[in-house]
């Protein structure tokens, strides 16, 4: 059976190009097409919530209500257990609104510097996906993913604090991966795996 093409759409409510192209390899065998807030029109969401899970659902739910269409957001961050878990759910804010990838790491290096000596460069990415329907309760899964944080960058892939996370997983950096294998064991692709049966579901009866 053929679907008309309104049924296959997914929208991944981000601005995030990195996250963007994490997802579209990881959804890749749903055969949706994938759109991006850079793709629509809707109004901002305010990331107001305390923790990942509602922020996720913020960013879903306006996002379609605005467009009806169904949709996926990701709100995610690094905690580093010397600085007591920050910069958290303040990860993309950490050096202010208009600082790059660059310079949020670099802060970060910056201000674990005082604390060497001390172990207590563990660190985890963490991810709360939230998946939304029109008129429909959102339903949000969370992954984990453990890892230290490096003196120095190191590798050219991935975004974001990516290269001075060195994953444990992989024994690498986020940044010295491929796509395949940090979505393997990703934050992101956990809470992925754990939504694929209601992705699955959905798309499969749309
Ligand atoms: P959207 O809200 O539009 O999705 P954002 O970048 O503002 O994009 P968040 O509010 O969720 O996203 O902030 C996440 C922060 O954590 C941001 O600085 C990311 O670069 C960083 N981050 C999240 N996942 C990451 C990953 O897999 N690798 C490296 N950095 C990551």
């Known amino acids: 059976m053929t679907h008309p093409p309104a049924a296959k759409r997914l929208l991944f409510a ?9 997802l579209r390899e990881l959804v890749a065998a749903l055969d949706v097409e ?7 029109t809707a109004p901002e969401v305010e990331e107001t ?3 990942f899970a509602e922020n996720a ?6 996002a379609c209500e605005a467009t009806g269409l169904p949709t996926l957001a990701d709100d995610s961050g690094l905690e580093v257990d010397a ?4 910069p958290g759910v303040r990860s993309a804010r950490y050096a202010g609104p208009d600082a790059n990838d660059r310079q949020r790491y670099e ?6 510097e005082p604390l060497q000596g001390q172990n207590k460069r563990t660190a985890r990415f ?10 429909a309760k959102p339903v ?3 992954g984990a993913c453990e890892g230290e944080i490096m003196h120095t960058p190191r590798g050219e892939g991935g975004f974001g604090y990516d290269p001075v996370f060195f994953c444990h997983a992989l024994q690498k950096s986020f940044a010295e991966a491929d796509a395949a294998e940090k979505n393997r064991v990703s934050h992101r692709g956990k809470a992925l795996e754990l939504m694929a049966d209601v992705l699955r579901d959905y798309f499969r009866q749309a």
């Open 14 to 22: 981000t601005q995030n190009a990195g996250k963007l192209r994490e």
């Open 34 to 40: 994938v759109l991006s807030l850079a793709d629509i």
């Open 49 to 51: 919530g305390e923790t």
């Open 57 to 62: 659902i913020l960013k879903a739910q306006g």
């Open 83 to 86: 600085l007591d878990g920050r």
């Open 107 to 112: 802060k970060l290096l910056g201000e674990l």
């Open 126 to 135: 963490r991810c709360a996906m939230a998946f939304c329907l029109p008129g």
């Open 140 to 142: 949000v899964h969370q």
